[in-house]
């Protein structure tokens, strides 16, 4: 199903577009310009859009009461967009037949029905920027309570994920991370070998880049090749029905597992954290390996991420002329048509795709560098 957002007059944000939002979606700016901003509104309404797909597949099954109400401040709060509100705020999530808005201080079109035909199974998969703080988290036993909202959430998946997987190779940066069970609980550690002298150091002691990507590698390698989202969705209506005993009302539509629409939806700030460009770029080799070179049949996935690196950029131009040339970088390679890269400046988007051209423009990210280099020469060329 086609989806689209439009956010006008919120935070850091002008006017965006997107008319039809890709598998892939990179947003690159500076500090400040609003790329997280972009990302957390969109997860915040593919949620919305989640849970009012369980309150009409519901509804179609017979229960009539809502199982649940829409809290939208509620929600504002959590996603720490308090102060990002106006008069003029608009914004427009479109999925399917479904539109939810918000205009003049009220969220709209939550009551819609979802037709049986367009009934989805989302997971909504948020990694926060501040995944770092996690290893600290979890060997210092520090108070859930007092990590953000995002990072709850990312910790939450973390949990999940590392129950089932407990070992991941990093190859990029030679080590493995493995869970160990302990009468404490479970214990984290980096594994490989330093000057042919194999080592093994807890989590937390690691370089900050192992702390970075562990999470980020682990809960997407949960999310590509061991989630069932089906019993994620069943065990949602059951808790439902059976808490308000709705079971005698209750008749399914249809099963669950034989709904077309399935997704899981990751988010990433800052994927590139602490981590040197060559390894950036072998871990967009393995998101995207996991993501769409792992294709499962039961679901499929979409992938988005606010970066501040040129490198990964350029390096989707490299994934996305191998995938012409059918070959690989790293197990990776992406179809052009699957991908938007855009910039956020001065609140406005600016789409990197070069019109009638298999590339996306990444000069604009050169500049920089090219202001360094002609400063550098001035310099030069008055001391001669």
């Not at 829409?70 to 539109?99: Q, R, S, V």
């Not at 059976?242 to 034989?258: E, M, T």
Request: net charge neutral; proline share 3%; with cysteine.
């Amino acid at each position: 199903m086609k989806e689209s957002i439009i956010i006008r007059n919120f935070g850091p944000i002008v006017e965006i577009e997107i008319e039809n939002i890709r598998p892939l979606t990179i947003f690159i700016g500076e500090s400040g310009s609003g790329k997280s901003t972009v990302i957390k509104v969109l997860a915040l309404f593919r949620w919305i859009y989640k849970m009012m797909s369980i309150r009409s597949y519901l509804k179609h099954s017979g229960i009539s009461k809502s199982p649940f109400r829409f809290n939208f401040p509620a929600y504002l709060k959590n996603n720490g967009f308090e102060g990002y509100m106006n008069k003029n705020t608009e914004i427009e999530y479109i999925y399917g037949t479904c539109k939810i808005g918000y205009s003049n201080g009220k969220l709209n079109g939550t009551g819609f029905l979802i037709d049986k035909s367009e009934l989805s199974l989302e997971k909504i998969c948020f990694i926060s920027d501040k995944r770092n703080l996690i290893p600290d988290i979890l060997a210092n036993n520090t108070e859930k309570r007092t990590a953000g909202f995002f990072l709850k959430e990312t910790l939450g998946d973390y949990l999940i994920a590392t129950k089932i997987v407990n070992k991941i190779n990093i190859d990029y940066l030679k080590v493995k991370v493995v869970v160990k069970k302990t009468n404490n609980g479970e214990k984290y550690y980096i594994e490989g070998t330093d000057n042919e002298k194999p080592f093994s150091i807890k989590l937390e002691d690691a370089s900050s880049g192992t702390q970075t990507v562990t999470p980020l590698s682990i809960i997407t390698e949960y999310f590509s090749k061991h989630y069932d989202i089906v019993k994620s969705f069943n065990q949602a209506i059951f808790s439902y029905v059976s808490n308000n005993d709705k079971l005698s009302d209750f008749k399914a539509v249809s099963n669950i597992g034989d709904l077309k629409h399935k997704r899981v939806n990751i988010h990433i700030e800052e994927p590139e954290l602490s981590l040197y460009p060559e390894s950036q770029r072998s871990l967009i080799n393995f998101m995207i390996n996991r993501c769409f070179a792992n294709i499962r049949t039961d679901y499929s996935m979409t992938l988005m991420m606010a970066t501040h690196s040129p490198y990964i950029i350029n390096h989707i131009n490299l994934l996305v002329l191998a995938h012409q040339k059918k070959e690989l970088i790293e197990e990776a390679s992406i179809d052009f048509n699957d991908v938007d890269v855009f910039e956020i400046t001065e609140g406005y988007l600016n789409n990197l795709k070069q019109k009638g051209q298999f590339v996306f423009d990444t000069r604009p990210l050169s500049n920089p560098i090219s202001d360094i280099y002609q400063k550098y020469n001035e310099l030069k060329s008055e001391q001669a």
